[in-house]
């Protein structure tokens, strides 16, 4: 009589299926977190993470990190951040710096966390040269301030084009801080980052245009940054009452004309 092979053969397609499943957990894990699945999302990182995935052990430290899925548990997202970074991961090394800076990690230590943003920087990730100027520019309780590496740091992230270092450069040489003061290296660093639109920068060359600080005093070309600082909502205030201190009282025709509204062409 011959034997039935079809529960064998189903037995092993079904294995077959399922370890497909498992080695495109990762994949999954993207799916259903790219389609707000967050439980989901936990538990096919969760798999491809202890087969070994980095990614998805950066993606799952960032599940409990956020309480994506499930409760927050900040003690394993550390342990995943850990692992992930262990295994390359940049971002990983990021995430988990700002853990030990914040103390998520359990003690705060702002020494593991320069020496993370370090490796993470010597990578390429440019926000992490620019945390490093952040923290050697005022130090931390548990970590000393040197004004020397805030600069290189800091230096790193602009030349790669970040504008928030670029602007915080601008910000040390216009006002002398640790550095020679320097109106036209400011204005130079404030120009890079106000063509990124970074609001503040904006603002600031806006008013050094307008005041000759820094610059031959140039009020159109100053009326045109502070209004571009005006249409933001974090300097709308500030860059609007820098307008008015221009404008009012304004005697001189150029003055006068660079206050006028803007025409606005019909819409159309």
């Keep these: 009589m011959k034997k039935s092979f079809r529960p064998l053969l189903l037995l092993l397609l079904l294995c077959a299926l399922l370890g497909l499943a498992v080695w495109n957990a990762g994949s999954y894990g993207r799916s259903a977190f790219a389609a707000g699945h967050y439980t989901a999302a936990r538990w096919w990182y969760g798999i491809a993470a202890n087969m070994g995935d980095a990614d998805a052990q950066n993606n799952l430290a960032g599940l409990y990190a956020d309480g994506l899925g499930g409760a927050q548990n900040d003690r394993l ?21 700002n853990f030990y800076e914040d103390g998520r990690a359990g003690t705060r230590d702002t020494r593991k966390a320069v020496a993370l943003l370090q490796s993470a920087a010597a990578e390429g990730d440019v926000v992490s040269a620019f945390n490093l100027g952040s923290i050697y520019a005022t130090g931390r309780d548990d970590f000393p301030k040197d004004a020397a590496q805030a600069l290189v740091w800091y230096q790193k992230a602009a030349d790669r084009g970040y504008a ?8 040390m040489y216009a006002l002398g801080v640790d550095v020679a003061k320097d109106l036209h290296q400011a204005g130079q660093f404030f120009a890079q980052a106000a063509q990124q639109g970074h609001a503040k920068a904006q603002m600031d060359l806006g008013t050094m245009y307008a005041f000759g600080v820094g610059y031959g005093q140039d009020i159109p070309q100053g009326m045109q940054w502070l ?42």
């Design 77 to 97: 997202a550390a342990e995943w951040f850990e692992k992930a970074a262990r295994n390359g991961v940049t971002m990983a090394k990021f995430n988990l710096s």
């Design 227 to 268: 209004r571009k600082a005006a249409n933001q909502d974090a300097t709308a205030v500030e860059a609007a009452q820098r307008i008015g201190a221009i404008c009012n009282g304004a005697v001189d025709a150029a003055t006068a004309a660079a206050c006028q509204p803007p025409l606005h062409a019909p819409p159309g």
């Design 164 to 171: 928030s270092a670029q602007y915080n450069l601008g910000s």
